[in-house]
């Protein structure tokens, strides 16, 4: 299973994401590259700005479908408000920071001690640090795939 605590997978996403390009043109959803790079900064920032707590509720079959199963992370998900470029999200602005801010963000989750990851996912439930290094890598993945990069 591919993570981001795997420096073979992350430096994959790493250049996959230096492969993006600003006129890449999407195969689904609504987001433009700009917008997917802000999204994942945002959604990596949100992760770290949360570490430790309580698990949450357990939903144990939901976390691994969406984390470990084989079938394709589904398309057309509604993310929350804070994450999303066109709510109340970060904004694209300069095309290369919203990249390296995305980058970094990715290389910070995968330099994550577990005690400084969150102990819950708002929808897959409690979350061990495996899972968010797997949860980085997938939804990257996502979002680089949907610009068939």
């Given at each position: 299973m591919?993570?981001?605590?795997?420096p073979?997978?992350?430096?994959?996403?790493?250049r996959?994401?230096?492969?993006?390009?600003?006129?890449?043109?999407?195969?689904?959803?609504?987001?433009?590259?700009?917008e997917?790079?802000?999204?994942?900064?945002?959604?990596t920032?949100?992760?770290l700005?949360r570490p430790?707590g309580?698990?949450?509720?357990?939903?144990?079959?939901?976390?691994?479908?969406?984390?470990?199963?084989?079938?394709?992370?589904?398309?057309?998900?509604?993310?929350?408000?804070?994450?999303?470029?066109?709510?109340?999200g970060?904004k694209?602005?300069?095309?290369?920071?919203?990249?390296?801010?995305?980058?970094?963000g990715?290389?910070?989750v995968?330099?994550?001690?577990?005690?400084?990851?969150?102990?819950?996912h708002?929808a897959?439930?409690?979350m061990?640090?495996?899972?968010?290094?797997?949860?980085?890598?997938?939804?990257?993945?996502?979002?680089?795939?949907?610009f068939?990069?």
């Amino acid at each position: 299973m591919k993570s981001v605590a795997d420096p073979s997978a992350l430096a994959d996403l790493e250049r996959r994401l230096l492969a993006l390009r600003p006129d890449a043109i999407r195969r689904w959803g609504t987001l433009e590259p700009g917008e997917m790079l802000c999204h994942l900064g945002d959604a990596t920032a949100s992760v770290l700005a949360r570490p430790g707590g309580e698990p949450g509720p357990r939903r144990s079959l939901v976390r691994w479908i969406a984390l470990y199963s084989p079938l394709p992370v589904p398309r057309g998900l509604t993310t929350l408000p804070q994450v999303d470029p066109r709510r109340d999200g970060t904004k694209p602005t300069d095309f290369e920071q919203d990249r390296a801010r995305a980058i970094a963000g990715l290389r910070a989750v995968a330099a994550a001690p577990p005690e400084a990851l969150p102990a819950a996912h708002f929808a897959f439930g409690a979350m061990s640090a495996e899972d968010w290094y797997r949860w980085a890598y997938r939804h990257t993945d996502h979002h680089l795939r949907q610009f068939g990069v």
